[in-house]
């Protein structure tokens, strides 16, 4: 169990400025998924402060009259920390530290806390470290009041915290240092990647916003007992696992880490070598929760990142999940390949392995040969490589008659070829 699920929640009041490009609709659910994000991070929301403005405030990010009401609330409920719904500049930390005795922190290190909790691998672990440091730099200037508030919990948990009070030399090392590290990792990520496309290994990625219910549906597909949970970033290290469709082709299928609006920069760069993964793929499926009022703009949020890393001309499979529980203003976005399920239906994830199998099928070229029964490898071969549709023994010949669907670039494509013109 997290040592953070251990630990008494810490107490928290949110504040948030909404400005004339948000309407009401999307600014209350970003303030919500700023709650789960809260919960997430082991936090109880004691109350919410939200302000209609032309603009932040530059000096305190809130206005005069509502930073007052803000004090007067602290001192009624003794919250533990205090989060904006937006990045602090440190001139607008500084500021409302003066004026306040809780800690004060921002959406960004929220969500920078929530990595370092989920990180597990050594890789994921840097990333983070890294994306705090880089955040965390410029933020050292006239250090006393922020460093010296910092007691732990929310915000300034992770593999970074220990260095906060190292000088600002120290800090740039250590950043060096972890980008050697990740550059060897990335080296051995991208060894393997060739491996598995030099063995041709049919590539399929999951993508969605956070909490779409991607880790489950990895789960259905594979079996492989994924951490899943209803919390935002449950999963952060990518897992990939070897499947098996309907007619025996095996695929590779990988998790990733969820999207979330106003992501981290440093988050976003990061974790860039995580989800070149993604760029990698030769189908990927987007999962998009059909339950959330906001499903709209966190397909957008997706489509948006995707475009980001470098994600084009790859085929998109959207799978609309959550369909028991999906609310009555879900329309599905226009999109020639879409399925609406539930990943706890077991027809459903059926019918989405098929779909898969289908998509996959479109890519590839028919075929027909004969093989002799007493070639059991090259059968083998031919189930988990190739789509085989039909297969009939001709006794005379004392051979398979074998009908499929390969790739025409892959191993057994020449074999095939050979077999089908002799």
């Not at 999207?259 to 987007?286: C, G, M, W």
């Not at 099928?361 to 071969?381: A, C, D, F, H």
Request: one cysteine or more.
């Amino acid at each position: 169990m997290n040592e953070t699920q251990n630990n008494e929640k810490e107490r928290v009041i949110l504040i948030g400025c909404q400005l004339p490009k948000n309407d009401d609709e999307s600014f209350q659910y970003s303030m919500e998924e700023l709650a789960s994000l809260t919960k997430t991070a082991n936090g109880e929301v004691l109350a919410t402060l939200t302000q209609k403005r032309e603009r932040r405030h530059p000096a305190t990010y809130i206005g005069k009259g509502k930073l007052e009401e803000l004090v007067q609330l602290e001192e009624e409920l003794e919250p533990d920390i205090i989060i904006c719904n937006g990045e602090l500049s440190p001139s607008q930390n500084r500021n409302l530290s003066k004026v306040l005795n809780a800690r004060i922190i921002d959406r960004t290190q929220l969500i920078l806390d929530i990595f370092a909790q989920r990180a597990n691998s050594k890789e994921g672990k840097l990333q983070v470290e890294l994306a705090q440091l880089q955040y965390l730099l410029p933020r050292l200037t006239g250090k006393g009041v922020e460093l010296s508030r910092l007691a732990g919990g929310i915000g300034t948990r992770g593999p970074g915290e220990t260095k906060l009070e190292s000088d600002r030399r120290h800090i740039n090392r250590r950043i060096v240092d972890i980008k050697q590290q990740l550059s060897s990792i990335v080296s051995h990520r991208e060894r393997y990647r060739n491996h598995r496309k030099k063995n041709q290994a049919f590539q399929l990625s999951l993508v969605g916003y956070t909490n779409a219910g991607k880790s489950t549906i990895f789960n259905r597909i594979t079996e492989a007992g994924a951490f899943e949970e209803n919390l935002l970033f449950a999963t952060l290290d990518p897992t990939t696992r070897k499947i098996s469709l309907p007619s025996g082709f095996q695929a590779l299928l990988t998790d990733t880490v969820g999207f979330i609006q106003d992501l981290p920069t440093s988050l976003i760069a990061a974790f860039r070598s995580t989800l070149e993964e993604v760029t990698q793929a030769d189908l990927i499926l987007h999962i998009v929760d059909s339950s959330s009022p906001d499903h709209a703009n966190h397909e957008k949020t997706v489509d948006k990142l995707l475009k980001e890393i470098g994600v084009e001309g790859i085929p998109i499979l959207t799978i609309y999940n959550k369909k028991d529980n999906v609310s009555e203003s879900f329309v599905p976005s226009y999109n020639e390949e879409m399925m609406h399920i539930s990943a706890f239906n077991k027809s459903d994830i059926a019918e989405l392995i098929r779909k898969i199998e289908t998509l996959i099928q479109r890519e590839m070229n028919p075929y027909t040969i004969l093989v002799s029964s007493s070639e059991g490898k090259l059968i083998s071969r031919l189930k988990q490589e190739t789509i085989i549709q039909d297969t009939e023994f001709i006794e005379d010949k004392d051979s398979y008659r074998i009908e499929g669907y390969s790739f025409e670039n892959s191993k057994l494509a020449v074999e095939i070829k050979t077999r089908t013109q002799s």
